[in-house]
């Protein structure tokens, strides 16, 4: 049985008298040090010197360099991005931990994949929000809460559920649910989500769009009524508030029956065996093992040009100035130099299919 946790599960008085050093000032780390100390928790911040650094001194926290923000906590949360974690807690984080502490991860791919050599006297947790920093904050000033994936990957003293329940709660995601599992099973979902079915979904749309455009429709007409009205926006969230099939009623009959209806001609498309091989290269480690490569940044930098580079980009910028909406220009991407270019050669052929396929 899967255990779901709720508002009556933690409580804040068990940390009350523990410092919780927060890591990173980023967009999770501004809303969940906010959200402890609103909740009445002692909270420091740890970050380097730069503009974050600014706004937490702003907002009226003690901030301190990374090394003397952990050798001062009971507590400290992780909340910098998954690819700078290892050399961070390898040189900032590791050597300043104390005995008996509690160590917060936000995410459980460095945990679950075992990127990490993890101390074997402290206890290890994660708490990792299905929400953006934003909605973090938000959700607490409101009360509504938010969903978290949580886990307890080391239990050293023994005390990691209780110390884990009451970060949750005063984080504020108890109001909504928090639902425990391990890091890696939370890496996965969070993987598969974003290698399997965002991938999916953004083929179908664009595959819409140019079968729309190919058949004459305006590209303002298309783009508005394919997603830049946020319909499709609206009926995600109220999937998400009444359930997928039950937020059809919200729609017209004729709406109704036209997906159902024409809805069964896609169930035998070859999609599940592509996701069934994308989950087991989450699983197996194949993934991480590849993202883990040198090589591996170099041919990112390179698919990100060629993504940024697709037609739908260029026929945004058009609709967006013909119907007066701003204009955004963070799909600019410098293209390789030519030292890239040089140290990709190994993987030339590899990214020839890249390119190919980001022409459509």
Known sequence: ????????????????????????????????????????????IGNIEDDFKKIAKNDGFDVFAIEEAVSQSDIIFI??????????????????????????????????????????????????????????????????????????????????????????????????????????????????????FGPAFGRVLLTSINVLLEAGYPAEAVLIEMYMSGEMSYTYKKMADIGLIKQTDFHSYTSQYGAMSRGIRYFK???KPIMQRTLEEIENGVFTQEWEKKITKLKFKFIKFFATRQKINKLEKQVRKSM????????????PTAEDIEKAKEITNELKMFEKYYET
Do not use: C, W
């Not at 709720?6 to 040090?33: C, F, P, S, V």
């Not at 994949?113 to 074997?120: A, D, H, I, V, Y």
């Not at 994660?126 to 953006?132: F, G, S, T």
């Not at 329940?165 to 108890?174: C, D, E, R």
């Open 324 to 335: 007066k909406m701003k204009l955004f220009d963070i799909y600019e991407e410098q293209p």
């Open 269 to 271: 498309l070859p999609i």
């Open 79 to 196: 909340l910098i991005p998954d690819e700078s974690i290892k050399e961070i807690f390898d040189q900032k984080v590791k050597p300043y931990l104390k005995s008996s502490s509690t160590l917060n991860f936000a995410s459980g791919y460095n945990v679950g994949f075992k990127l990490l050599e993890l101390p074997s006297n402290i206890d290890i947790i994660m708490i990792a929000p299905r929400m953006i920093g934003v909605g973090v904050r938000e959700n607490y000033l409101n009360g509504k809460g938010f969903f978290s994936f949580i886990a307890i990957e080391q239990n050293v003293t023994g005390k990691a559920k209780n110390t884990l329940l009451a970060l949750a709660k005063g984080l504020g995601t108890l109001k909504k649910g928090a639902v425990m599992m391990s890091t890696k099973e939370e890496a996965i979902l969070d993987l598969f989500n974003e290698q399997a």
């Open 1 to 44: 049985m899967v255990e779901i946790y709720h508002e009556d599960d933690g409580r804040l008085d068990y940390i009350k008298n523990k410092t919780i050093g927060i890591i990173g000032y980023g967009n999770q780390g501004r809303a969940q040090a906010l959200n402890l100390r609103d909740s009445g928790l002692r909270v420091i």
